[in-house]
């Protein structure tokens, strides 16, 4: 079967490198699927899950947002963060989530940016939810 190389990186340096069948992932615009050969595009990502379908199995990266680029034989995430599921601590990212949770309560306190907060809970349920190996 044809394949793909892909390369995730974030500003720390590199996350994940393989030659894969599929890229799935969530764009700003919507769910994109890329196989070998396919169109230049360049997208920006959504906090979301890169699900990479390899041999017959899926792997699963979590990012929060960035930006996709695909070559007919390349694709390059370039990532503010991404963690493979196998690297996700489980319990710093469940304190993350119960961090944003309880600022978006406090939300009537003036110096609480809901939006910032709102952010922090989407990365968090994301990193949560990929180490399961759902989405």
Request: charged fraction near 30%; aromatic fraction near 2%; hydrophobic fraction near 40%.
């Given at each position: 079967?044809?394949?793909?190389?892909?390369?995730?990186?974030?500003?720390?340096g590199?996350?994940?490198?393989?030659?894969?069948?599929?890229?799935?992932?969530?764009?700003?615009?919507?769910?994109?699927?890329?196989?070998?050969?396919h169109?230049?595009?360049?997208?920006?990502?959504?906090?979301?899950v890169?699900?990479?379908?390899?041999?017959?199995?899926?792997?699963?990266?979590?990012?929060?947002?960035?930006?996709?680029?695909v070559r007919?034989?390349?694709?390059?995430?370039?990532?503010?963060t991404?963690?493979?599921?196998?690297?996700?601590?489980?319990?710093?990212a469940?304190?993350?989530?119960?961090?944003?949770?309880?600022?978006?309560?406090?939300?009537?306190?003036?110096?609480?940016?809901?939006?910032?907060?709102?952010?922090?809970?989407?990365?968090?349920?994301?990193?949560?939810?990929?180490?399961e190996?759902?989405?």
């Amino acid at each position: 079967m044809k394949t793909i190389k892909v390369n995730v990186v974030t500003p720390d340096g590199p996350v994940y490198e393989s030659d894969v069948e599929m890229v799935s992932t969530k764009a700003q615009s919507g769910e994109l699927g890329i196989l070998p050969g396919h169109i230049p595009l360049v997208a920006p990502l959504a906090i979301g899950v890169v699900r990479l379908k390899k041999e017959g199995k899926t792997e699963l990266v979590a990012v929060s947002g960035g930006f996709l680029e695909v070559r007919p034989d390349q694709v390059t995430i370039l990532a503010q963060t991404a963690e493979k599921a196998s690297d996700i601590d489980v319990e710093r990212a469940i304190r993350a989530k119960e961090r944003a949770e309880q600022r978006m309560h406090d939300q009537h306190a003036e110096h609480i940016d809901f939006r910032r907060a709102e952010l922090a809970l989407q990365r968090a349920i994301n990193r949560l939810a990929v180490s399961e190996g759902k989405k």
